[in-house]
Each structure stands twice: as C-alpha cells, then as structure tokens.
T-cell receptor, first 108, second 115 residues
Framework: AQRVTQPEKLLSVFKGAPVELKCNYS??????LFWYVQYSRQRLQLLLR??SRESIKGFTADLNKGETSFHLKKPFAQEEDSAMYYC??????????FGSGTRLQVQP | KAGVTQTPRYLIKTRGQQVTLSCSPI?????VSWYQQTPGQGLQFLFE???????NKGNFPGRFSGRQFSNSRSEMNVSTLELGDSALYLC??????????????FGPGTRLTVL
C-alpha cells in the first residue's frame, strides 16, 4: 500500500541554520513526489516536485529510490520559511497521498 | 486568474444532518479533487471529478458523495453526519492538460463542525 511518512511533527532551527525535512515513501510503482507548503493563514500550495529538479525559495529535494526518500533541504533557513510542510505522493488518477506534515519553526 | 473558491468557509451542523459544500475551480480547470483534513488522519483523498464524471474515489463510506457541473463547479455532500466528519474539507483544481501530475491548486477549505 502507498504511504508517506514524515517522522518529525515539529522542526525548530535558528535563522541561518541548515534545514532538512524528512520524507519517506512506500509505493510499488514509479513514484512521483511533491512538497506542499502552507504558510500561516494561507492555502496549501505546491513548493516543488521531483520531476522538475528545480530549486524554489532556496529549497531542493532529491528523490532517492534506494532509500525511498524525498527529503527537503535548504542550506540557510529564513524566518519566512516558517510554515507547515507536507510531502505528497502521486498515486494515480489525480489522487495525492500526503504525509502528516512537519511544522518548521525558524527562530531569529 | 482568480484562485479556487470554496463556500461556505465555516459550517456547524448536528449529528444526523446532511451538508453540501461547494467548490469553484480556477477558470479553465476541468479537474476537481476533494480532500478531508483532520488532526488524526491528516489529508486524505475523497474523490476527483472531470467533465462531470467521477474518475477516482478514496476510501470513504457512501455517505460522502459529490458531483460536478458542466461549468466544472463541484459540490460534495455528506449525509447522516457523524461527529468524526468534523474536518477541514479542501478542494483542488487542475488543468488536466494531459500531464500525469498537473499541479493541483487548493482552495482555502470549508471548516465543518459536527455537534
């Protein structure tokens, strides 16, 4: 069965510190993974997807099929990065399976 | 373009009642998906509609149903409400341009409270 695991409910770092939000998945097919972000009082929005191999707002994520992981990284955290982050797996026919989310708190 | 809109934003109902939630997708988007978000279960896929047809359905009881109109607007209905149906219901639209993973754009959600 498909599953997305985000082991940390809360990740607290200081401004300027590196950030790594963990995501592991379980899926029998070829995975397509995404990171969604929800800032305070805003709607859920796409941050990045693995097929694009892009960097958005300084964040990157690499799909590691051997470790079945798709961790989100940023070398230097900013206070405006504080938000709820969700890892999601595309499971076919327009359905996404989401992880439970990690709240990132960047302290000044 | 205006974003995905959902009405109403807040609803309070009592057990046993039924409720209808509405979603207007981004103009030109033909695919509408619905998700339920609860503290315990997180974000879970309910169903997806395209051209007035349900193409996919998540693992929810038959009390949860939906439909899509010719203008792509969608409604979801929950009958015989239970306390556990209290949740934030999110709607997402995508262009369904043919790509397997067209970006889904989410609405602000409807907060349903069942008393």
């Amino acid at each position: 069965a498909q599953r997305v695991t985000q082991p940390e409910k809360l990740l607290s770092v200081f401004k300027g510190a590196p950030v790594e939000l963990k995501c592991n998945y379980s899926y029998s097919g070829s995975p397509e993974l995404f990171w969604y972000v929800q800032y305070s009082r805003q709607r859920l929005q796409l941050l990045l997807r693995h097929i694009s191999r892009e960097s958005i707002k300084g964040f990157t994520a690499d799909l590691n099929k051997g470790e079945t992981s798709f961790h989100l990284k940023k070398p230097f955290a900013q206070e405006e990065d504080s938000a709820m982050y969700y890892c999601a797996l595309y499971t076919g026919r327009r359905a996404l399976t989401f992880g439970s989310g990690t709240r990132l708190q960047v302290q000044p | 373009k205006a974003g995905v809109t959902q009405t109403p934003r807040y609803l309070i109902k009592t057990r046993g009642q039924q409720v209808t939630l509405s979603c207007s997708p981004i103009s030109g988007h033909r695919s509408v998906s619905w998700y339920q978000q609860t503290p315990g279960q997180g974000l879970q896929f309910l169903f997806e509609y395209f051209s007035e047809t349900q193409r996919n359905k998540g693992n929810f009881p038959g009390r949860f149903s939906g439909r899509q109109f010719s203008n792509s607007r969608s409604e979801m209905n929950v009958s015989t409400l239970e306390l556990g149906d209290s949740a934030l219901y999110l709607c997402a639209s995508s262009s369904d341009s043919g790509g397997r993973t067209d970006t889904q754009y989410f609405g602000p959600g409807t907060r349903l409270t069942v008393l």
